[in-house]
């Protein structure tokens, strides 16, 4: 995951490094960068140099510095990878007087790994049953890793019909579990176990809506339980 604690002054040397073989093109409008950055503009940009720790992508007729840890949501093995592609980048800090810039990556995909993780989500029903495993446990209830980047919420009062005191009496991390969705509010899953326990209403509902399966008795059957019934009964 990219470093939410490094600032300018950590990038210091390496824009500092890269300005020997990177120029500012054209004139520098600074005044637009400082509009993009209040604004919270996403810009897509080139990436046109590889240099220490990072990449450099002209913007505004001015060099700005991606860092490594800017560039992914993870770890960025190789740099050159990005060499010549487009991306798409916000403006993180600016310092005119030293006329450094840096840009960030990270914050358009987050914004877009959020979107498609919301478009999942809407697309699960209510009622709908999922596997899962328990990733964390809180002390209201347990997030449950549905797969696929997407997690749910059982509250406490949804693990079991049982009175439980402990989350972790009942669940561990990293433990199998069926859950049933039982609301989606605000992009966020409320799942329970305990509505697919046996002698939930849910399940009642079920069996007393199920046709049941009668078997008439066989007419030997019949006479050997009329004869069982008769036997002993002395008839005057």
Do not use: C
């Amino acid at each position: 995951m990219a470093d939410e604690s490094m600032t300018m002054e950590d990038f210091s040397k390496a824009v500092d490094d890269s300005f020997h073989s990177f120029k500012d093109e054209g004139e520098a409008n600074w005044d637009k960068l400082k509009e993009y950055q209040t604004e919270k503009t996403t810009l897509t940009v080139k990436v046109d140099g590889v240099v220490n720790k990072g990449v450099i992508s002209n913007v505004e007729g001015v060099r700005g510095f991606i860092p490594a840890s800017r560039l992914a949501l993870g770890h960025v093995d190789d740099l050159n990878a990005y060499l010549g592609k487009e991306i798409q980048v916000v403006v993180r800090e600016i310092d005119e007087e030293k006329g450094r810039l840096i840009l960030s990556a990270v914050e358009p995909l987050r914004a877009k790994q959020n979107e498609e993780r919301k478009a999942k989500i809407n697309s699960i029903e209510v009622g709908t049953v999922l596997d899962g495993k328990v990733e964390s446990i809180q002390s209201y209830g347990a997030f449950i890793d549905l797969g696929d980047g997407i997690s749910g919420l059982v509250h406490i009062s949804q693990i079991s019909h049982k009175r439980i005191k402990s989350v972790e009496d009942v669940l561990k991390i990293g433990q199998e579990v069926k859950v049933k969705v039982i609301a989606i509010k605000d992009g966020k899953l409320s799942l329970s176990m305990k509505a697919l326990e046996e002698g939930s209403d849910d399940k009642r509902g079920e069996r007393e809506a199920a046709p049941r399966d009668y078997k008439l008795p066989k007419s030997e059957d019949i006479s050997t339980n009329l004869g069982s019934l008769l036997k002993g009964i002395k008839l005057n």
